[in-house]
């Protein structure tokens, strides 16, 4: 059984790449995403956490996907200032 968003939410926060591949080994969806529309992409953008969001992107997840403010996990990176984070989701769409 897949684990949760809440789960989830906790290995990108802690920024545990090894912890994030074992639940996607293990039927994670990649573009799960909470009530509010935020999928694990948008976490690890907010953290700029440029490993966690390859990782994902790897595995399938939506760089498009907008939450229910209209934001992607683009937006979020650049209001963040986390460039390296942008540039990666840049790479993928190129």
């Known amino acids: 059984m897949p ?10 926060k802690r920024g545990d790449d090894g912890a994030l591949r074992k639940a996607l080994n293990e039927r994670l969806d990649p573009n799960l995403t909470n009530p509010n529309g935020w999928s694990l992409l948008m976490l690890a953008a907010v953290e700029g956490n440029v490993v ?33 984070f942008v540039d990666l989701l ?3 769409e190129a």
């Open 90 to 92: 840049n790479e993928q």
């Open 3 to 12: 684990i949760s968003y809440r789960a989830s939410q906790n290995i990108i």
């Open 52 to 84: 966690l969001g390859r990782t994902l992107l790897e595995k399938g997840a939506s760089s498009t996907t907008a939450n229910s403010k209209g934001e992607t996990a683009q937006s979020i990176a650049a209001s963040r200032g986390h460039q390296p």
